[in-house]
């Protein structure tokens, strides 16, 4: 199986750039008066920054948290690039950022994204998580916590409010899209847990096996190998994968996923900017138990990766709705790692996927064989809602006729 990069690949995924960092307040001079000049010709972005920083320390009527001023010099960067996967994250971002890979960490249990017109949006509830509880659907705009907007470019703080500490209260103000396509208010208020995640769990519906994977992280290839094994212990006729709401995770324990189900061939082609290509590939070995697998908008990124790879070789069924359409690979890594004297780190996009028949997903997502969309008063799915999940039915009638 090839990989791509040396770095752990994240869908969400990072690799730094050679990027200069900001010194502000050096290299300019003040002159008599009001007036502000460089004392060179050349009016980059370094020098200008350097100019506005001398401007806000001469004028500015209130203090200054140099810390935070310079936070968002550097996250201004990023955001000019008009790519919501792109930022620059700070000492405290970076660690939050590893540890909800790692299978255990506090929240209210969603994952989140950013929209083109700036709002936040939920990409999944975590299954069994307060934010699931709760009733927190796919698609839902975070408006307000705690009584305060928090629009696109405010991500990272509301991510802080809804990680706080254990036992606090959260309250959201949700927008739903109504059948009509107006927004319904919906007042949501969430308790804040340590959540220990497991990315998959298994069970047998009659003489079929069920699994359900919530997101890719470190340990999931792992828990998916030993699951499915017991499933075939148990001679089921047929496997369930469920991917449903996840919003993807590592690109690594995707592949290996993939690998181990699909015949020899590529599983996924990514693509940089100076059109230089990566297959990672898969062996031989592969699993011939028939399969459905189950999607719907809230299934994104490496999810993405692994249904399209399941699509095109033909190894199951695709059952539900189409997915998100996340086909850009970001990549994350310390600022230090590249001579950068700073503690925090860079996620950007680099890359774009495609299918192994060289299918594009970005914006356009997979598109099931059979479309069956959930009654919109239904708001769990799995085995344990099985008579509202008009999915998991179509499914287990599609292997029980085989």
Do not use: W
């Amino acid at each position: 199986m090839k990989k791509g990069f040396k770095f752990v690949f994240m869908t969400i995924l990072v690799i730094a750039l050679m990027l200069g960092s900001f010194f502000l307040g050096n290299k300019i001079a003040i002159t008599s008066g009001d007036k502000i000049i460089l004392n060179k010709n050349d009016f980059n972005i370094y020098s200008k920054t350097d100019q506005m920083k001398a401007v806000i320390d001469k004028y500015f009527l209130f203090d200054i948290d140099e810390r935070k001023l310079e936070d968002e010099v550097y996250k201004g960067l990023f955001k000019g690039l008009n790519d919501p996967y792109s930022e620059y994250l700070t000492k405290e971002e970076f660690s939050s950022f590893k540890e909800s890979t790692s299978g255990e960490y506090k929240g209210v249990g969603i994952f989140i994204t950013v929209t083109e017109d700036n709002l936040i949006k939920v990409v999944s509830p975590i299954k069994d998580s307060p934010a699931f509880k709760a009733g927190i659907k796919p698609d839902d705009i975070i408006y307000s916590i705690n009584g305060e907007a928090y629009p696109g470019d405010k991500l990272n703080e509301a991510t802080a409010i809804m990680k706080g500490k254990d036992g606090d209260d959260v309250k959201l103000v949700i927008k739903r899209k109504n059948a009509s396509g107006a927004y319904d208010s919906i007042d949501v208020d969430i308790k804040i847990e340590k959540i220990k995640l497991l990315t998959v769990e298994s069970k047998v519906i009659d003489d079929l096996g069920y699994l359900h994977i919530s997101q890719f992280g470190e340990h999931t290839f792992e828990e998916f190998t030993e699951n499915y094994e017991k499933l075939k212990d148990q001679n089921v006729k047929g496997i369930i994968l469920d991917l449903r709401n996840n919003p993807g995770g590592l690109k690594d324990s995707c592949v290996k996923i993939a690998d181990y189900l699909l015949p020899e061939g590529p599983i996924v082609k990514t693509v940089d900017k100076n059109k230089k290509e990566e297959v990672d590939m898969s062996d031989a070995k592969e699993e011939n138990i028939p399969m459905v697998v189950l999607t719907n908008g809230g299934s994104a990124s490496a999810s993405e990766i692994l249904t399209g790879a399941i699509k095109d070789y033909e190894k199951a069924t695709i059952v539900g709705e189409n997915t998100y359409g996340k086909g850009i690979v970001q990549t994350i890594a310390p600022a230090k790692s590249f001579g950068i004297n700073d503690e925090g780190a860079i996620k950007l996009t680099v890359q774009e996927y495609f299918t192994p028949k060289d299918k594009k997903i970005h914006k356009i997502g997979v598109k099931p064989d059979v479309e069956v969309k959930l009654p919109d008063d239904v708001i769990n799915f799995g085995p344990d809602f099985i008579d509202t999940d008009t999915q998991l039915k179509k499914a287990i009638e599609i292997l029980q006729k085989d």
